[in-house]
């Protein structure tokens, strides 16, 4: 399934390796937060240098604009990955230029050097070869080990291939594997289980899931688009008009496959103490909107799920951070959880839904990467695999 060469595939002893990695995560007054992308990098990480390689981790975190910002720093990054690893992990001020360069000079095999946030060059998201050039320069190997930012042709994810031998890290094949065999050989019943606000953003996905899924089901507020389509009146309910039409384009071609909510969760404002109740799909009345899938679409679904062979699930059921209309968004994590199905789950907030749930263990793979795993689910090639040697 996965046609790329790897870190298996190389000889890195006493070389030094550019691994670009997603450590992309929460950090807040200098403490990192949830760690699950620091963790997934580790076994490529304690690989390449148990092979004897000099190990340069290179990563975005956040959204500065296009200069230095303190609180995007990675060194908070580095001294965690330290702790995590049980030993001194170097931190440059840079990551290209003098400092990185002399940093990288200084490194010896089996040790690893985290570089400062790769976004604070404007010319990294604009894959600027002169930039891609300059951490070329770092290293003579690179490896990708970055799912999160696969489906982004950036300098430090495509641009550096044009320079390098580029491998892909175990993450990445993971997964690739993972979802890439989810959507072209899923064991059957294939059920795919899509939410979130917006039908906009999954548009290509719910088209290439209709041709291959068994079963697409839909919560969130994404529904809502679907309901108004239908005739339903939705009050205050989010809804994106400018998509109707598309939406009646999706119920007709997915006639049999496509299923709604049968009840909804209303409230009277969206608030995590408003006033709700539960009803069966239809008009809402004036003032009050839908917040989440009702207990009988919950069982429905179950049941959809309990014959599944192969599970792909993609965001919430409904506005899961009010605890009051997580309900569903729960329900469908225990239904997943407790099915025999192989489960690949993927977005920032059914993740954060599984791991909240105390589920996570009983899912076969959880994807680190929210927009990359749409566009594997839409059927696109990610740049920064493409770019990568073939076996």
Not at 115 to 123: D, G, M, S, V
Not at 201 to 208: H, S
């Amino acid at each position: 399934m996965f046609q790329k060469k790897t870190v298996r595939d190389i000889d890195v002893r006493g070389k030094r390796v550019l691994v670009r990695v997603d450590f992309n995560v929460p950090v807040k007054e200098g403490k990192v937060g949830d760690d699950t992308r620091i963790r997934a990098a580790l076994p490529t990480i304690e690989y390449l240098v148990n092979q004897g390689a000099a190990v340069i981790l290179c990563s975005h975190l956040g959204r500065p604009k296009g200069g230095p910002e303190a609180k995007y720093s990675l060194k908070p990054v580095a001294e965690y990955l330290g702790g995590l690893m049980g030993k001194p992990v170097a931190f440059a001020e840079d990551c290209i230029g003098p400092t990185a360069e002399a940093a990288a000079q200084a490194l010896k095999a089996g040790e690893v050097l985290v570089l400062e946030n790769t976004r604070f060059y404007a010319e990294e998201e604009k894959n600027d070869p002169e930039m891609a050039r300059k951490l070329a320069s770092l290293a003579e190997i690179f490896v990708n080990d970055a799912f999160g930012t696969a489906h982004r042709a950036h300098a430090s994810t495509e641009g550096v291939t044009h320079h390098l031998p580029a491998v892909a890290g175990f993450l990445l094949e993971k997964e690739i594997q993972y979802l890439g065999q989810a959507v072209a050989e899923p064991k059957r019943p294939f059920v795919a289980i899509l939410g979130g606000a917006k039908i906009s953003d999954k548009i290509g996905v719910i088209r290439n899931l209709l041709t291959k899924a068994d079963q697409v089901l839909i919560g969130g507020g994404m529904a809502n688009t679907f309901f108004k389509a239908q005739g339903y009146p939705v009050a205050d309910s989010l809804v994106q008009d400018e998509a109707l039409d598309l939406a009646r384009d999706l119920l007709a071609a997915g006639s049999d496959k496509l299923r709604l909510p049968v009840d909804m969760v209303i409230a009277d404002a969206f608030e995590a103490e408003a006033q709700h109740k539960t009803l069966p799909t239809g008009p809402v009345p004036d003032g009050w909107r839908i917040l989440d899938i009702g207990p009988e679409t919950v069982e429905n679904y179950a049941r959809v799920i309990a014959q599944a062979g192969t599970v792909v699930w993609n965001g919430p059921m409904g506005v899961f951070e009010f605890p009051a209309f997580a309900v569903g968004t729960v329900g469908i994590a225990k239904a997943v959880a407790a099915s025999a199905a192989i489960s690949v789950i993927g977005g920032g907030e059914s993740v954060a839904a599984i791991q909240q749930s105390g589920l996570a263990d009983q899912i076969t793979h959880i994807s680190t990467g929210g927009g990359a795993s749409l566009e594997m689910l839409e059927g696109l090639v990610l740049p920064g695999v493409a770019a990568l040697q073939d076996r």
